[in-house]
């Protein structure tokens, strides 16, 4: 008969190295599953500067110390280990299989995370780094590009929140979006218009226009545009192409055991992160309403890992609603 854990993790990216963080420094017998290696997405990044308390390092760096904090606690981390389903068993513990082997625990902390769409041109993987000129991040990266031109692409609302943040460090922002409108909140795009008629403005808005490759020796130095409607191509030079076309949840393995939203978002109350099966919590970027930002993956996993104590002490708790003193004007 395997062991049985207090708490299993699916995925060691921020998010889940939080989490282990807390629960193992508990003293609960904790095991991380992960398919690849530590780190999750911030492992890409050379440059983090938005992590409280530290001024800068890399995001390699930074997972080492995390990993090696967890672990001094003895959580445990599998690698090449990809979960591939989970079930709860009649006695309400939670099995979670990787290939062959399965895992049993009282409680599963979801932090599989998610993956920033792409837009699949060429250039975009040899260029996917913010200081080889591919971002998916305005928030993490802009700061980078001070000075610089940037071209941003998409048309949401993350989209348009991202650009106008790109205006106050680039010195020419050039938005391009494949339709003739933008299918963001009428208040935000009011706001981007605002700013693309201001006279002498660093922002210029090109519709019906797609980019087909990213272009340059070593780090981006042109986008190729098309016009949609005209078919005509130019070369556009730029330092930095920021693609913000949306999120993918890595959380095809859940259907059928979490409630998922449309888009694969796992469903949670956002105070609780509880998900809708009792035992199982959710932390990242892989959940509704993320922030989509390392530290607050990592304050979804403590939450998590705070909120299983609650669940060990009364699992009646789990359905009980979110204390009214969480809602807006509520204390
Ligand atoms: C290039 C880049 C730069 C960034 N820079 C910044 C920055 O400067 N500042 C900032 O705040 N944010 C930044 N971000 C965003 C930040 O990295 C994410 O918000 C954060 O990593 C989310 O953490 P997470 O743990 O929720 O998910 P992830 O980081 O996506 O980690 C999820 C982990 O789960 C694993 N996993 C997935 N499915 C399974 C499965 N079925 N079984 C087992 N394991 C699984 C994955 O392999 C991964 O290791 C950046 C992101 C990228 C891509």
Redesign the pocket.
């Known amino acids: 008969m395997s062991d049985i854990y207090d708490c299993i993790i699916?995925?060691?990216?921020?998010?889940?190295?939080g989490a282990a963080l807390y629960t193992s420094r508990d003293r609960m017998k904790t095991l991380m599953?992960?398919?690849?290696?530590?780190?999750?997405?911030?492992i890409?990044?050379d440059?983090?500067?938005?992590?409280p308390g530290i001024e800068r390092i890399d995001?390699a760096g930074l997972i080492m110390q995390m990993q090696k904090q967890v672990e001094s606690f003895g959580a445990e981390i599998k690698t090449g280990?990809?979960?591939?389903n989970l079930e709860k068993e009649p006695d309400g513990k939670i099995a979670v299989h990787?290939d062959k082997d399965k895992y049993t625990a009282r409680v599963v902390i979801l932090?599989?995370?998610?993956?920033?769409r792409k837009l699949g041109v060429p250039g975009e993987e040899e260029f996917?780094?913010?200081g080889a000129g591919v971002?998916?991040?305005g928030?993490?990266?802009a700061p980078f590009f001070k000075g610089k031109q940037v071209v941003a692409v998409g048309g949401g609302n993350t989209a348009v929140e991202e650009t106008l943040h790109l205006t106050k460090f680039a010195e020419k922002v050039t938005m391009i979006h494949r339709r003739d409108a933008f299918r963001a909140a009428k208040v935000l795009v009011e706001e981007l218009l605002q700013k693309a008629n201001e006279s002498n403005s660093n922002l210029i808005i090109k519709y019906d226009t797609i980019a087909t490759a990213i272009q340059g020796e070593g780090k981006a130095q042109s986008v190729k545009l098309k016009n949609v409607k005209t078919n005509e191509e130019e070369d556009y030079p730029c330092d930095g192409v920021f693609i913000f076309i949306g999120m993918v949840p890595?959380t095809g393995?859940l259907k059928g055991f979490v409630d998922l939203t449309d888009n694969g978002f796992i469903k949670c109350d956002c105070a609780y992160l509880r998900t809708t099966v009792p035992g199982v919590f959710v932390?990242?970027?892989?959940r509704i309403g993320?922030a989509?930002?390392?530290?607050?993956?990592v304050g979804?996993?403590v939450v998590a890992a705070m909120m299983l104590k609650q669940y060990f002490r009364d699992p009646k708790w789990w359905n009980e609603p979110v204390s009214d003193l969480l809602q807006p004007g509520g204390w």
């Open positions: 699916v995925g060691a990216g921020p998010a889940g190295l599953l992960e398919k690849f290696m530590p780190g999750g997405q911030i890409n990044t440059r983090i500067e938005n992590y995001g280990c990809e979960v591939t990787c932090t599989p995370g998610s993956d920033y996917r780094n913010a971002s998916y991040c928030t993490c990266d890595n393995f932390a990242g970027d892989c993320a989509m930002q390392l530290a607050t993956a979804d996993g």
